[in-house]
């Protein structure tokens, strides 16, 4: 089966989750936000545009995710080793409970492996300029809230989603359009988890902050203090932030000021969301009429 072809099955099987994740999901957090919040409340404005950049960044996303599973074949062909023979359909071949199993598989093992990814993904992206100029599009977000989860550029999402799926193509003999799958049931699972992290709700769990990122503890990531720069950068689990230094875990009343101030301003369209960053980087790589020596 080629790419194409490929790409086609995997979106046909991926909107109706899609829509079923992107708007449902929200409101109970939403409602939560416009009775509890930290600050002053999101406005309706603030959910529509996060909510259309999540669309497009998702429908983006899922080629390079298959790619990724094609390519790790290539690369495990090349290195000559025998890779583990394994089929997401022989779990939902289990009577009954099999197709939920099929799904609970496809999420929990990438995610495995995506969560030590993430962590050093997202760390290189707040040193890296380039990487930066995409990343920055989710923390120019002023006031925080539910929807923050799904304000990712799609070149974004599509390197994360590659590493971890890269890697599984290496060790595992994945089918190619499971592989696809298999990226983006985990991407929803994940924004399962990211609803409630980046939710602005006056919520304090310290029971659970050493075990699951909560609002607290990733509203740190966002602050505009200089004290939390470059703390809490895990997606899922903490315990990364906790063994390599960057854990910061917050204060009872610890709510600060989210966003980018007047450095970034927040886009007012999916194009310059979208498009921007592109413009952006091509700027930065191209050569300066009158060069100057870096001090």
């Not at 406005?43 to 950049?53: K, P, Q, S, V």
């Not at 939902?92 to 609970?104: E, F, M």
């Not at 050093?120 to 539910?146: C, G, K, Q, Y």
């Not at 906790?242 to 000021?257: A, L, M, S």
Request: hydrophobic fraction near 50%; charged fraction near 15%.
């Amino acid at each position: 089966m080629n790419f194409a072809h490929i790409l086609l099955s995997s979106m046909k099987g991926m909107f109706p989750s899609l829509l079923w994740w992107s708007v449902p999901p929200l409101i109970p957090f939403i409602i939560a936000e416009q009775i509890w919040p930290v600050h002053k409340a999101p406005r309706w404005r603030d959910y529509g545009m996060n909510l259309l950049i999540s669309l497009s960044s998702a429908c983006l996303t899922l080629p390079l995710g298959i790619a990724a599973g094609l390519w790790s074949a290539d690369v495990r062909n090349f290195l000559g080793w025998k890779p583990i023979s394994f089929s997401f359909h022989t779990i939902g071949s289990v009577p009954t409970a099999g197709p939920a199993l099929r799904i609970l598989a496809m999420i929990f093992v990438p995610l495995f492996l995506h969560d030590f990814w993430f962590y050093w993904a997202h760390r290189i992206e707040h040193r890296v300029p380039v990487l930066w100029a995409f990343h920055r599009l989710h923390h120019s977000d002023e006031l925080m809230n539910t929807s923050t989860w799904a304000r990712d550029h799609f070149l974004q999402n599509a390197w994360r989603a590659f590493f971890s799926v890269f890697t599984l193509g290496l060790i595992i003999d994945l089918d190619f359009t499971e592989a696809g799958q298999a990226a983006f049931y985990s991407f929803m699972f994940l924004a399962g988890l990211s609803l409630f992290y980046h939710s602005a709700i006056r919520a304090r769990l310290p029971w659970l902050d050493r075990i699951l990122v909560t609002p607290q503890v990733h509203r740190i990531h966002h602050s505009i203090d200089p004290e939390h720069y470059n703390k809490n950068f895990a997606d899922a689990l903490p315990i990364f932030d906790i063994v390599f230094g960057t854990y910061h875990r917050p204060q009872k009343d610890e709510f600060p000021v989210t966003g980018l101030g007047a450095y970034f301003p927040a886009p007012r369209s999916i194009w310059s969301a979208q498009f921007g960053p592109l413009l952006a980087i091509g700027k930065m790589l191209m050569p300066k009429d009158n060069p100057q020596i870096e001090k």
